[in-house]
């Protein structure tokens, strides 16, 4: 059984970006799904679609996506927030990371949202995940 869905994720994208797949496939759960919308609205994946498998076993297709080169978008994707260990933020101490050039991924009762949208709403909430 699997304790942390979103770290599982998180690993499958890192591992097919490094191998350079096209598509990493994912477990299903609405969590994940509201990263994804994150990652896709801030352009860090090409696309996702939902896929109902058999015996009500939902996964993920997750197009990947490449710079010219042929390097991933995504530079580093982490976990923050763990089973073990969860991590909160109010919204001013998730201003900016990385100088504006990286995302952190927030958890909030409006949804799973970016850093900057959380911000301009002043909400804050768990730290799911950072990327840049």
């Given at each position: ?5 979103i770290?599982?994720a ?35 994946i ?10 009500n ?20 994707i ?23 050039y990286?995302?952190?991924i ?6 799973v ?6 911000y301009?709403?002043n909400?804050g ?8």
């Amino acid at each position: 059984m699997m304790n942390d869905i979103i770290a599982d994720a998180l690993t499958r994208i890192r591992n097919a970006a490094m191998r350079k797949l096209e598509v990493a496939t994912l477990l299903h759960s609405n969590t994940v799904v509201g990263v994804l919308n994150v990652l896709l609205q801030k352009e860090y994946i090409a696309g996702f679609k939902v896929i109902d498998g058999q015996n009500n076993k939902k996964t993920i297709q997750v197009e990947l996506k490449y710079d010219d080169n042929e390097k991933s978008v995504i530079n580093e994707i982490t976990r923050v927030s763990k089973p073990g260990r969860r991590v909160y933020k109010n919204a001013s101490e998730i201003k900016n990371f990385k100088n504006g050039y990286g995302t952190i991924i927030v958890s909030t009762n409006k949804g799973v949202i970016a850093n900057d949208e959380a911000y301009a709403a002043n909400v804050g909430g768990e730290v799911l995940c950072t990327v840049w």
